[in-house]
């Protein structure tokens, strides 16, 4: 299991910005989502692959739409954390956390550039929304994938999550549950 790099740490309550070093030695600067942050999150879903997108989506779609993209950037910061990182001035990533109604449970979502997989950004956001998620004392948190989706569900394993088969779809529920929360 790979460690989380001291320098990681959440910078304080109120500002949620932080830099985070990726296994292949690049910095993300990330910072949570704004209103003003609709073209940048557009850019960003427009350059992903047709694939990229219906993992993120679970569905064929073959844009976002701007109202998705709209919603998206105006989030209920009390059930909602969503954040955007940049490398050398350019948006990369975004990610997600969502919380149940009750407070015990939240979803997770991310999604890297399709041209920059492979260089740790999906595990140090995935790691970044799961240490937000113990911070708002969630008991656990879980991600919807495409079956196919293989490399995300080897890094959520690698993570710690368990991973079922939805009986109803083929989809993967991904879960793990969050200590000390």
């Avoid at 690049?26 to 993992?55: G, I, K, N, Q, W």
């Avoid at 595990?123 to 970044?128: E, G, I, K």
């Avoid at 999550?161 to 929360?181: K, N």
Wanted: net charge negative.
């Amino acid at each position: 299991m790979i460690q989380t790099p001291p320098e990681a740490q959440v910078t304080g309550a109120a500002d949620h910005s932080v830099a985070l070093p990726t296994r292949c030695g690049m910095t993300l600067h990330v910072r949570p989502v704004v209103a003003e942050d609709e073209p940048v999150m557009a850019a960003l879903f427009a350059a992903l692959s047709p694939e990229d997108l219906r993992y993120r989506f679970l569905s064929a779609i073959r844009q976002v739409d701007p109202a998705r993209i709209h919603a998206m950037t105006r989030v209920d910061h009390d059930r909602t954390e969503s954040f955007l990182a940049y490398a050398e001035g350019e948006a990369v990533a975004t990610a997600m956390l969502a919380i149940d109604e009750d407070g015990v449970q939240g979803e997770v979502a991310v999604v890297v550039r399709s041209d920059l997989k492979g260089h740790g950004i999906g595990w140090a956001m995935l790691d970044h929304l799961l240490r937000h998620a113990r911070a708002r004392g969630l008991k656990a948190v879980r991600s919807i994938e495409a079956g196919d989706n293989v490399g995300t569900i080897a890094l959520e394993r690698e993570m710690g999550f368990s991973v079922r088969q939805d009986e109803c779809a083929h989809e993967m529920i991904a879960t793990r549950p969050l200590a000390g929360a």
